[in-house]
């Protein structure tokens, strides 16, 4: 969780900077063509917003990087348990009492260990 907190705020801290950076810069070149003239017209050139579509699909993709990892990071460890082998058995003959007469008589007795 602590993961995931700081890279929140460092994306956050990133973003804000990237935001405030040409903000700042462009009003003091508005501030200094006010005081002498008329701007200059913008540079003429060919655009086209896919430059938008690529930075967002890479904010996205690092965004979900961070909190995937910090998720899969945060995970308590897995342990695996063997399952026991089976029992093995066998038929025995053994000396079994008789219920009937009191004498013994074999019978095939199944053993498991």
Known sequence: MKKLVASAIILAVTCATAVVA??????????????HGPPPPPPRRHRHD??????????AGVIGGLIGGALANSAEPRYYVDEPPPPRCWYED????????????????????
């Not at 040409?22 to 005081?35: G, M, N």
């Not at 009492?97 to 260990?113: I, K, M, P």
Request: net charge positive; aromatic share 12%; hydrophobic share 35%.
């Open 50 to 59: 896919n430059g938008a579509a690529i930075a967002g699909g890479l904010a």
């Open 22 to 35: 040409p903000t700042s810069s462009a009003f003091a070149e508005y501030r200094h063509w006010h005081r």
């Open 94 to 113: 053994r000396r079994v009492r008789n219920a009937y007469n009191g004498g013994w008589h074999l019978e095939s007795v199944r053993v498991c260990r």
